[in-house]
């Protein structure tokens, strides 16, 4: 293999072969300072043309895992930020040719005024990948006590050959908690 051929640069990821995933932990500040950026001839690269709704120029997307070669295909973990608040941990599905063929979120995590939440996930054997997603809403704030609206969803998906994502099971749940 010569230069030409290498599509990622490893050296640019924090992490490696990662089974499971989350962003609790990696907030606005602590990916400015511990993760790499993407550059403009980055994102046209990895993403191609797929994020076309944001203005690239923000610049909002970072290496996180790099997976490696499965099955003939390059997998990658990018993180996709919005307004510094959320951020989608995508996985990203290469051919052999370097063609991007999926994106995937398989984990999240964000907040902003009265609503906040966090997704993650991992995978069982390599044709599994079970997310979960928590949410909450302020619905009353007084003095006295907050009352919060707590959704959660877990979701399993069926994983292909060629890593395609197909839901197969999902559970949702719904409750309210006080905090005084």
């Keep these: 293999m010569n230069k030409t051929d290498i599509f990622f640069n ?22 400015e300072k511990g993760l790499k950026k993407l550059s403009i001839d980055d994102l046209k690269k990895y993403f191609q043309g797929m994020e076309t709704e944001k203005n690239p120029l923000e610049n909002n997307y970072y290496f996180f895992s790099y997976q490696g070669f499965k099955g003939g295909y390059e997998l ?15 996985l990203m599905v290469y051919d052999k040719k370097h063609k991007l063929l999926s ?16 997704s993650w996930g991992h995978f069982i054997g390599d044709s599994i990948y ?4 928590v949410g909450e809403d ?5 003095d006295e006590y907050t009352e919060y609206e707590i959704d959660s969803v877990v979701i399993k998906y069926s994983v292909g050959a060629d890593y395609s994502f197909k839901e197969v099971d999902k559970k949702e749940f719904k409750r309210k908690r006080i905090e005084k």
Excluded: M, P
């Design 10 to 31: 490893t050296d640019s990821f924090k992490f490696h072969e990662l089974r499971e995933f989350s962003l609790k932990s990696w907030d606005y500040g602590e990916r």
């Design 76 to 90: 990658a973990t990018l993180i996709d930020e919005h307004e510094q608040c959320f951020a989608d941990l995508c």
């Design 103 to 118: 994106k995937n979120v398989i984990a999240g995590t964000g907040g902003d005024g009265n609503y906040r939440y966090n």
């Design 130 to 133: 079970n997310l979960t997603y």
């Design 138 to 142: 302020v619905v009353t704030e007084t």
